[in-house]
């Protein structure tokens, strides 16, 4: 088992950035992959990002110019760099954690992410 809590959301103006982390209870030297998702109100949790153990990252195409994923194995912490934000990007993000691709295997609770125009 492993506790996933997120941390670094907030309320943004349109064009600017937050940086999300996301810390295991436990090391994560051992999990393959560790990923962002988010779900805006109404809608489904999409997959945003994962990074592998060895650091290869995976971006769905709309945000792979806006967002950075990446890890620290040894501080145990998953980051999303997210710049040029805007309203769209207003959503409830979700760090997760597994061993296969896409990572389902673990949930943080969730970081609320709000972009005004």
């Known amino acids: 088992q492993v506790q996933l809590v997120e941390s670094g959301g907030g309320l943004v103006q349109a064009g600017g950035s937050l940086r999300l982390s996301c810390t295991a209870s436990r090391s994560i030297f051992s999990i393959e992959y560790l990923g962002w998702y988010r779900q805006a109100p109404g809608k489904q949790r999409d997959l945003v990002a994962t990074?592998?153990?060895?650091?290869?990252?995976h971006y769905v195409a709309s945000m792979k110019d806006r967002f950075t994923i990446s890890r620290d194995n040894a501080k145990g912490t998953v980051y999303l760099q997210m710049n040029s934000l805007k309203p769209e990007d207003t959503a409830v993000y979700y760090c997760?954690?597994?061993?296969?691709?896409?990572?389902?295997?673990?949930w943080g609770q969730g970081t609320q992410v709000t972009v005004s125009a």
């Open positions: 990074v592998r153990d060895g650091g290869s990252t």
């Open positions: 997760a954690a597994g061993n296969s691709f896409p990572p389902r295997a673990y």
